[in-house]
């Protein structure tokens, strides 16, 4: 079954960075598109960042444009999300996604807390 698990959340000050990483499994990784979510207490899931099955392309949210990086390495099954500069309306719940019809499948969540 598929199966995707989020690491390398934590607490930074503002400012500092993290690499949060997504590992996949039971499915043809190279093959989809994937997608880091993030939501924060209070607020709707919204979509971070995405790149293409074979990392040729990349898309971001206004709010981490220039702060943030997607990358992939299908030969680990692995997606990453660099997070530079980071600030405290960064702070979420991040997710990652692979898109589906009929619905996505996600991972558990990693928690980033950013505060001094």
């Known amino acids: 079954q598929v199966q995707l698990v989020e690491s390398g959340g934590g607490l930074v000050q503002p400012g500092g960075s993290l690499r949060l990483s997504c590992a996949a499994s039971?499915?043809?990784?190279?093959?989809?598109?994937m997608r880091w979510y993030r939501q924060a207490p209070g607020k709707k899931r919204e979509l971070v960042a995405t790149i293409t099955s074979t990392g040729g392309s990349t898309d971001y949210a206004d709010s981490v444009k220039g702060r943030f990086t997607i990358s992939r390495d299908n030969a680990k099954n692995t997606v990453y999300l660099q997070m530079n500069s980071l600030k405290p309306e960064d702070t979420a719940v991040y997710y990652c996604?692979?898109?589906?019809?009929?619905?996505?499948?996600w991972g558990q969540g990693t928690q980033v807390t950013v505060s001094s």
């Open positions: 996604n692979r898109p589906r019809i009929g619905g996505d499948y």
């Open positions: 039971g499915f043809t990784f190279s093959s989809y598109a």
